[in-house]
């Protein structure tokens, strides 16, 4: 944490106090996390980028990738298997990790949902054998939590990094998240898996297109939370200048 301390305002967080100890303490962490999300992408993009499954508009060459073709028997890129379980086994650390040494935390209950439900969706997608587009949908959420990552650890630092790194976050989450997932990676697994016609394929459809809905109604629900977020601390900031001013002139 010796490399984040200098970075953390002093007038905001004093030398010495409980207060920058955990600004720290939260910093690196995020530091720690973006480092995991930039390696997953990169990982993930360089596994799949010769392959049939990347979509040109994450930087592939085909319009409509066949995610199912020859559906169980389909040819998988070299080491996607091995990048699935590194992916398995830095989420049950985490999971672990998190029991053990992050159950005071206010937001314990959330980041340990999000790990578990990280965990079934790697695990399933690895069972049926759908590790082309479980890698994908993984690549999408990495690539924008890597922008969240930068806007989390600009907080309280810099009054237009934080606004510049807001901006690249919404873009980011906007596009991969609220166009791409949805388009491109919920529509082509229900179309593409019933047609297939393989039982085990057509019978689990409904459920997992259902279940990948639901998440993705959970990101517009997140993306909702950072526009009022960023809507409270504009409020707030023009408040406590209109605070100020009454106060100069009494």
């Keep these: 944490m010796r490399f984040v301390e200098p970075v ?44 049939q499954y990347l979509q040109v508009y994450l930087g592939g060459e085909l319009e409509t990738p066949s995610y199912y073709e020859n559906y169980p028997c389909m040819e998988e890129p070299p080491h996607l298997d091995d990048f699935y379980m590194i992916c398995l086994s830095y989420h049950l ?25 990280t965990i079934v969706l790697i695990g399933y997608s690895y069972i049926l054998k759908k590790l082309p587009l479980g890698c994908v949908t993984m690549m999408v ?38 166009f791409f997932f949805p388009i491109y990676v919920i529509k082509e697994h229900y179309l593409q898996g019933l047609a297939t016609g393989h039982p085990a394929m ?23 939370l950072m526009v009022k977020g960023i809507y409270k601390r504009l409020t707030a900031n023009k408040d406590d200048k209109l605070k100020n001013q009454m106060y100069k002139v009494k």
């Design 93 to 117: 650390f985490e999971t672990v990790y998190t029991i053990l040494y992050h159950y005071q935390r206010y937001d314990f209950s959330e980041h340990l949902l999000h790990h578990f439900v």
């Design 141 to 178: 959420m990495d690539v924008s939590d890597i922008f969240v990552c930068l806007f989390k650890m600009t907080v309280d630092i810099h009054e237009r990094l934080v606004f510049v790194t807001y901006v690249f976050m919404l873009i980011g989450w906007v596009y991969f998240r609220l």
């Design 8 to 51: 953390i305002p002093v007038v905001k967080f004093p030398l010495g106090s409980q207060v920058r100890k955990m600004k720290t303490e939260m910093t690196a962490e995020r530091v720690y996390r973006l480092v995991i999300y930039i390696g997953c992408f990169i990982a993930s993009y360089l596994i799949l980028k010769d392959s």
């Design 202 to 224: 057509t019978s689990l459809i409904p459920i997992e297109t259902a279940c990948l809905c639901v998440l993705h109604l959970l990101n517009i629900f997140w993306f909702w």
